[in-house]
């Protein structure tokens, strides 16, 4: 069965703080990772991938893998109003993804 | 610039009828991919395409039905036998598994 799982939230972190998303999956042959933003109403947009264990750093975007744990996260520092949205988590199965059911993100002012 | 796009943006259904949602791009990737988003849930897999007139069921196929005839269209059908067909209907394309998806703007479908 192939499954991602994140905690769906609302996750709420008051602006200028980190926010951290996390994501487990279920097949340890996953090699790509991904995570999309997601506004409300809107399609998603890739904003980070990582495909080898460790820290992934893209402005104020880290991404983090432990295959060993089966394990990948996301972190927002210096988290704005404008962050707020829902975060998905992709994993590779083969040929395709599977998504996670994202975690809903709020940033307050 | 390059793209997806999907027409209509919404879309209302009445019982019992067939319809076609659209998909264009203009990547040049070879693969494509229709997914179905309900409220609060994540993304399904409904059909995946790799190359030209050949394509894939996924996880949620039954009521539904695509056609790959040209490299830059992957069309969706939602036929009178998907029973709960009310959702945010997302077509992606990409260059191969090891890539990120590139979506298009979705369309919402209502049954009335």
């Known amino acids: 069965q192939k499954e991602v799982e994140q905690n769906s939230g609302p996750l709420s972190v008051p602006e200028g703080a980190i926010a951290s998303l996390n994501c487990t999956y279920s097949?340890?042959?996953?090699?790509?990772f991904f995570w999309y933003r997601q506004y409300s109403g809107k399609s998603p947009e890739l904003i980070m991938f990582i495909y080898s264990n460790g820290d992934k750093e893209d402005g104020r975007f880290t991404a983090q893998l432990n295959k060993a744990s089966q394990y990948v996260s996301l972190l927002i520092r210096d988290s704005q109003p404008s962050d707020s949205a829902t975060y998905l988590c992709a994993v590779n199965y083969g040929q395709n993804f599977v998504f996670g059911p994202g975690t809903r993100l709020s940033v307050l002012p | 610039d390059g793209g997806i796009t999907q027409s209509p943006k919404y879309l209302f259904r009445k019982e019992g009828q067939n319809v076609t949602l659209s998909c264009e791009q203009n990547?040049?990737?070879?693969?494509m991919y229709w997914y179905r988003q309900d409220p609060g849930q994540g993304l399904r897999l409904i059909y995946y395409?790799?190359?030209?007139?050949?394509?894939q069921k996924g996880d949620i196929a039954e009521g539904y039905s695509v056609s790959r005839e040209k490299k830059e269209s992957f069309p969706l059908t939602v036929t009178s036998a998907q029973k709960n067909p009310t959702a945010f209907y997302l077509c992606?394309?990409?260059?191969?598994?090891?890539?990120?998806?590139?979506f298009g703007s979705g369309t919402r479908l209502t049954v009335v």
């Open positions: 992606a394309s990409n260059e191969d598994g090891d890539y990120g998806y590139t």
């Open positions: 097949d340890r042959g996953s090699q790509s």
């Open positions: 990547l040049n990737h070879d693969a």
């Open positions: 395409s790799q190359i030209v007139n050949d394509f």
